[in-house]
């Protein structure tokens, strides 16, 4: 059940994007940095979390989930540190996913040769 | 003077240009996008369930899932098959976190060519970066105003 | 003052080409001098693979009409990149005087065009005109690294991978009989993903001026060919000959004619090469052997940078028009 609410709800937003994609002059850059901002503001009005309930990786694969995780971190830092908190609290909970593409990224530049 | 692409022919063309654009099968995207998307977002759910079965808590096998993800894609992007699977899937391959990957290593890949450091890392994040930087920014009003107002 | 040139002395007497595998595997395959074998020739960057194409065609050229670099006078040659690395790079490995032409696509008939007044005007005698284009090299510069999934859009073009260069002199089996050369026209398009609109206006300006100043009409040559409009310009391209009172004649885009429709190119190929690759592996040997007698050649070039495009301004065009005319028998 997980694993079917996961594909359609992930296949939807991707749906959404492909038509936005399509009928708009928008580029796919565009539409990341959109849906990041979108599942950020969601994350600030307690919605996305639910999604994540429910739909499990359909919510939590696309990249709007950056946005999500990045906002909960600033919003626990606060509650944590104030202020100060707001600074470091983003970034250190998305560190992992950051870290990975610094680090695949690094890695497979330097071991692969682009086909074109 | 009316510069020459302000000029009434010149409106009348833009829209004869627009006219004339070859029909997209906006349907049949949508669905390959809709099938690309849903099963990485599958194969996301498989791993997260399969890494909770060895008792790890939802947001670290979260989180593993992530990287597994990010993982997957800077491979087949090095391979140069995930270029491949775009072409198919359009939104289904650039908005889960695997596009995220491929818009890193692609640059790393490619202006590795001009060095590893003004080339490869400096350039690496010339198209995920903005999502980087809004992703932050957004977090940090969104989250600021939640936190402090409500 | 807006002239054509009407020339007596100036000749094509041999052409080269050298593409990729793509191109090979297009409906023209059999005809270019080469096809290379994958897109990085053995080289270490597209850049160095791109002029490799491009010093080939030019010595290929050379060997088939039997010249040494001393018979020439000048090499013209232009490609799409930032400075001219692959014309300036190609042209370092030959002692022959050199300048880079930058017309982007439209740089074949623009290098032929000043190289055939050259010789008209009794300044020299032997002239190598050439351009190239990269796929890769065009994407790293205009666009997206080569391994990011994008997915084109149906107006957009396939940048070629293809070196062609020719040799002008004072005999020849073809001659270069007409000269036009383009302004920069510019209806206001916006769109980098439809460059043959964008250019299509410039097309068409060169065309009814060339037709104008000679008081000739489309059907006076067997066949008008437009560089690398694709499908979506050339509509466009007809939409404004239509509207005008200038007829229509026997139209082809180089563009068109380089991939089959199983390749997926979308809107047809672009580049520097094209014009160049399908004027020297497969307009000139038709000219030769009389199949067609008279060709308007029309390379259309996007005068635009990547920088003129993210600040959001148009894309002026241009397109420079060379009549190539078989040397009859007497």
């Known amino acids: ?116 | 003077m009316l510069r020459e692409r302000e000029s009434p022919q010149a409106k009348r063309y833009a829209r004869l240009v627009e006219q004339e654009k070859p029909r997209v099968d906006v349907g049949g995207n949508v669905l390959k996008a809709f099938v690309v998307g849903g099963t990485i977002c599958l194969i996301g759910e498989v791993i997260k369930t399969y890494l909770m079965s060895f008792g790890l808590s939802g947001e670290v096998a979260g989180v593993w899932t992530s990287i597994a993800l990010v993982f997957l894609s800077a491979l087949l992007t090095g391979l140069g098959i995930y270029d491949e699977i775009a072409r198919f899937g359009g939104a289904g391959s650039a908005i889960p976190i695997t596009g995220f990957s491929n818009s890193v290593v692609a640059p790393a890949m490619e202006f590795r060519s001009e060095g590893a450091i003004l080339g490869l890392a400096a350039r690496m994040f010339v198209i995920a970066g903005p999502v980087i930087v809004y992703g932050l920014v957004s977090a940090t009003v969104f989250g600021l105003i939640r936190s402090v107002l409500f | 003052m807006n002239k054509t040139f009407t020339l007596k002395n100036v000749y094509v007497e041999e052409t080269a080409s050298v593409v990729g595998p793509t191109e090979g595997a297009g409906p023209l395959g059999d005809l270019y001098d080469v096809v290379i074998p994958d897109e990085i020739y053995g080289e270490s960057s597209w850049e160095k693979a791109e002029r490799k194409m491009l010093i080939e065609s030019i010595g290929l050229c050379m060997n088939k009409a039997g010249y040494e670099p001393a018979d020439f006078d000048m090499i013209l040659a232009g490609d799409l990149s930032g400075q001219l690395i692959s014309a300036n790079f190609a042209a370092r490995d030959l002692p022959i005087p050199f300048a880079g032409i930058y017309g982007a696509c439209s740089t074949f008939t623009l290098t032929v065009g000043m190289g055939a007044l050259l010789i008209e005007g009794g300044f020299m005698d032997r002239v190598i005109a050439g351009a190239s284009s990269h796929h890769e090299t065009a994407e790293k510069t205009f666009r997206f690294p080569t391994e990011l999934g994008v997915q084109r859009k149906a107006t957009a073009t396939w940048t070629m991978s293809g070196a062609a260069a020719v040799i002008l002199g004072r005999s020849g089996p073809v001659r270069v009989s007409e000269v036009t050369f383009g302004r920069v026209v510019d209806y206001g398009i916006k769109d980098a993903n439809n460059l043959g609109a964008a250019m299509a206006p410039a097309a068409f300006d060169t065309l009814e001026r060339h037709l104008k100043n000679l008081g000739k009409r489309p059907e006076d040559y067997d066949l008008i060919a437009t560089g690398d409009l694709g499908s979506v310009g050339q509509i466009m391209l007809k939409h404004l000959m239509g509207d005008s009172s200038m007829g229509s004649g026997n139209l082809t885009d180089c563009g068109l004619l380089v991939y089959d429709t199983r390749q997926d190119a979308h809107a047809g190929a672009s580049g520097c090469g094209a014009s160049a690759c399908v004027f020297s592996s497969h307009f000139f040997p038709l000219l030769k052997k009389g199949h067609i007698r008279r060709l308007l050649l029309l390379a259309t070039g996007a005068l635009f940078g990547l920088t003129t495009a993210q600040q959001k301004e148009s894309i002026p065009s241009t397109s420079h028009a060379i009549c190539f005319e078989r040397v009859e028998e007497s």
């Open chain 1, 1 to 116: 059940m997980n694993y079917l609410l996961a594909f359609l709800f992930g296949g939807l937003v991707c749906a959404a994007g492909q038509v936005v994609l399509d009928k708009s002059k928008l580029t796919q850059a565009d539409l990341m940095v959109i849906l990041v901002v979108v599942g950020s503001l969601l994350s600030a009005l307690g919605l996305y979390k639910p999604l994540v309930d429910t739909f499990g990786a359909g919510a939590s694969v696309p990249v709007s989930n950056f946005g999500h995780v990045l906002t909960q971190g600033v919003m626990e830092g606060y509650a944590k540190d104030g202020f100060f908190g707001v600074f470091a609290g983003g970034v250190t909970k998305a560190a992992a996913v950051l870290g990975a593409a610094i680090l695949f990224g690094f890695t497979a530049g330097l071991l692969f040769r682009p086909k074109g």
